[in-house]
C-alpha cells in the first residue's frame, strides 16, 4: 500500500484541510465518481435489455420480463448489506478497485448470452443477479467518500458522488438504445440480429448493451487502484461498526432513505417496461432516460440545499411534493376505458424523479449531523475529543452504506409491484397506492423524529 496509505487524516482541522487534505480528498473523489456511474449502468441495463429482447426472438412472458427487472435491484440491495462494511474492513483503494473490476462479469456475460436465442430463462435470471454487484458497489463508494470530507462540505462531496454517479442510469438508458443500432466492435462484437418488421428488415447488436462498458470499466479499475487512497484511521472491524444496529436512528434513516433512493433506483427499473405496457404507442427508450437524468442531477442540489438550510427540513417538504406527484401519475393513467395523458404521466414522472434525487442529498446530509450529534462532537471541539470524531465518522459511514443497501430493495419491490399490480387487477394502480402510503410514513417519520421544534435529534 505504501505511499497510498493515509497516517494521519483529520478534514476537521481547517489548517490540514487547506494545505493537504482538500487535494486528496477530490481526487478520490473524481475517481470514485466515474466508478460508480459505471455501476450504475450495469446494475440498470436490464431496464433496457429485456425491452428488447422480444424484438430479438426470445419469447419471454411479461411477468418473466420484470423478474429480470427487479432481480438485479434484489441481488444489489444484499450485497450492498456485505459491501457496507468493506471499506474499513480492506480500505477505499483496494475494495473500489476490487468492486469495479466485478462489473466485468454481468457485462460481458450479457454480451454473449443475448446473440443466441436459444439462451435458457435461467441463464438470464443468472446475468441478472450478477449486474447487482453494481448496485452493491454504491454502499461501499458512500461509505469510503464519506471519510475525506469535513461536516461542513459532506452533503455536497457524497451528492456529488452519488448524484454523478447516478447517472450511470441515464447515460446507460440513453446510449443504449442508440449502440445497438451499430457494430461499433466489428467482428469482435458478434453478427447482429435481423428484425424483420411492417416497414422492413433491420439490423441490432443487442450485444452491446454489455460490451460498451467493458473498455471503461478496465480504465476506472486501474485509475483506483493507481490513484485512489486509504486512510489510516478509517480502519475498523465488522465488530466495531456494528455498533450502528443498535442505533435506532440507523433504522429511522433507513427507512426514510428507501423513500428517497429507493424510489429513484425502483422507478427506474420500471419505468420502460411501465410506460410500454400502459401506453402501446410509445417507444419507451425514448423517454425513460429523462427521469433518471432529472434525479442524478438534482442530488448534489439537495445535499447543497440541506447543507444550508438543514437536512430535515428539506426532507419533510420534500417527501410532501414525492406524494403530491405520485397523485398526479395516478391522475393521468389510462382508465375506464381512457387512453390516459402520456405527457401528463411523463411530467408527473419528472417531478417524481427531481424529488428522488433532492430527499437523496438531504437525507444523507442528515446521517452524519446526527452521529456526530449522538458521540457529543460540536465545532471547535477540544483535541481530546478527537475519538469521538472518529467513533462518529466510522458510525456515519457504516449507516451511509446500510441504509444504501435497505433502500436499494426497491430496485426490486417497485418494479416487482407494477408486475404484480398489473397481473391481479389489471393496472399499475394498486402498487402506485402502496407507494403513497409509504410516502406518508415517511412525512410524518421526518417530521416527528426530526424536523419540528421538539424533535429528539433536529438536523
Known amino acids: 500500500?505504501?505511499?497510498r496509505e493515509l497516517r494521519t487524516w483529520n478534514p476537521e482541522d481547517q489548517?490540514?484541510?487547506?494545505?493537504?487534505?482538500?487535494?486528496?480528498?477530490?481526487?478520490?473523489?473524481?475517481?470514485?465518481?466515474?466508478?460508480?456511474?459505471?455501476?450504475?449502468?450495469?446494475?440498470?441495463?436490464?431496464?433496457?435489455?429485456?425491452?428488447?429482447?422480444?424484438?430479438v426472438g426470445f419469447n419471454f412472458m411479461t411477468n418473466q420480463?420484470?423478474?429480470?427487472?427487479?432481480?438485479?435491484?434484489?441481488?444489489?440491495?444484499?450485497?450492498?448489506?456485505?459491501?457496507s462494511f468493506m471499506v474499513p474492513i480492506f480500505g477505499g483503494r483496494l475494495w473500489t478497485t476490487l468492486s469495479t473490476a466485478s462489473l466485468l462479469l454481468p457485462a460481458l456475460g450479457i454480451g454473449f448470452a443475448v446473440q443466441n436465442p436459444n439462451t435458457p430463462y435461467w441463464v438470464f435470471l443468472l446475468?441478472?443477479?450478477?449486474?447487482?454487484?453494481?448496485?452493491?458497489?454504491?454502499?461501499?463508494?458512500?461509505?469510503?467518500?464519506?471519510?475525506?470530507?469535513?461536516?461542513?462540505?459532506?452533503?455536497?462531496?457524497?451528492?456529488?458522488?452519488?448524484?454523478?454517479g447516478n447517472l450511470g442510469v441515464s447515460a446507460m438508458?440513453?446510449?443504449?438504445?442508440?449502440?445497438?443500432?451499430?457494430?461499433?466492435?466489428?467482428?469482435?462484437?458478434?453478427?447482429?440480429q435481423v428484425l424483420n418488421t411492417a416497414e422492413g428488415s433491420t439490423r441490432i447488436w443487442l450485444q452491446n448493451a454489455g460490451f460498451i462498458w467493458v473498455p471503461f470499466i478496465l480504465a476506472s479499475t486501474l485509475a483506483a487502484w493507481f490513484g485512489m487512497h486509504d486512510i489510516a484511521s478509517a480502519k475498523a472491524s465488522f465488530s466495531e461498526q456494528a455498533v450502528i444496529f443498535k442505533r435506532k436512528h440507523n433504522w429511522l434513516m433507513c427507512w426514510l432513505y428507501l423513500g428517497t433512493f429507493g424510489s429513484f433506483i425502483g422507478y427506474s427499473a420500471g419505468m420502460p417496461l411501465l410506460i410500454k405496457g400502459q401506453f402501446p404507442d410509445v417507444d419507451p427508450t425514448r423517454y425513460a432516460f429523462l427521469g433518471p437524468l432529472v434525479g442524478a442531477l438534482a442530488r448534489p442540489v439537495g445535499g447543497w440545499v440541506a447543507d444550508r438550510l438543514g437536512g430535515a427540513?428539506?426532507?419533510?417538504?420534500n417527501f410532501i411534493?414525492?406524494?403530491?406527484?405520485?397523485?398526479?401519475?395516478?391522475?393521468?393513467?389510462?382508465s375506464n376505458g381512457s387512453g390516459g395523458n402520456f405527457w401528463g404521466f411523463l411530467g408527473m414522472f419528472i417531478l417524481l424523479f427531481l424529488t428522488t434525487g433532492i430527499g437523496n442529498g438531504s437525507t444523507f446530509r442528515m446521517i452524519p449531523v446526527i452521529f456526530m450529534t449522538i458521540h457529543g462532537v460540536r465545532e471547535g471541539q477540544a483535541p481530546e475529543k478527537e475519538q469521538a470524531r472518529r467513533d462518529a465518522a466510522k458510525e456515519s459511514a457504516a449507516v451511509l452504506g446500510f441504509s444504501s443497501a435497505?433502500?436499494?430493495?426497491?430496485?426490486?419491490?417497485?418494479?416487482?409491484?407494477?408486475?404484480?399490480?398489473?397481473?391481479?387487477?389489471?393496472?399499475?394502480?394498486?402498487?402506485?397506492?402502496?407507494?403513497?402510503?409509504?410516502?406518508l410514513s415517511c412525512i410524518l417519520t421526518t417530521w416527528w423524529y426530526y424536523s419540528r421544534k421538539q424533535a429528539e435529534m433536529p438536523c
Open 65 to 83: 420480463l420484470f423478474w429480470l427487472a427487479a432481480l438485479p435491484g434484489l441481488s444489489g440491495a444484499t450485497l450492498r448489506i456485505f459491501y
Open 406 to 439: 435497505f433502500a436499494a430493495y426497491g430496485a426490486f419491490f417497485i418494479p416487482k409491484g407494477f408486475g404484480t399490480s398489473i397481473d391481479l387487477t389489471g393496472g399499475p394502480e394498486a402498487a402506485l397506492y402502496g407507494f403513497l402510503g409509504f410516502y
Open 127 to 164: 446475468l441478472a443477479l450478477l449486474c447487482g454487484f453494481g448496485g452493491g458497489n454504491f454502499a461501499s463508494s458512500m461509505s469510503n467518500i464519506s471519510f475525506f470530507f469535513p461536516k461542513e462540505q459532506k452533503g455536497m462531496a457524497l451528492g456529488l458522488n452519488a448524484g454523478l
Open 15 to 55: 489548517a490540514f484541510w487547506e494545505n493537504k487534505g482538500k487535494g486528496i480528498a477530490r481526487l478520490n473523489l473524481w475517481i470514485s465518481i466515474p466508478a460508480l456511474l459505471l455501476a450504475f449502468a450495469v446494475w440498470m441495463v436490464w431496464s433496457v435489455v429485456v425491452v428488447n429482447l422480444p424484438r
Open 173 to 192: 438508458q440513453f446510449i443504449v438504445p442508440v449502440i445497438i443500432t451499430a457494430g461499433v466492435f466489428g467482428a469482435l462484437g458478434g453478427a447482429p
Open 313 to 317: 427540513r428539506v426532507t419533510f417538504w
Open 321 to 334: 411534493v414525492m406524494a403530491a406527484a405520485v397523485v398526479g401519475v395516478l391522475y393521468f393513467l389510462p
Open 1 to 3: 500500500m505504501g505511499s
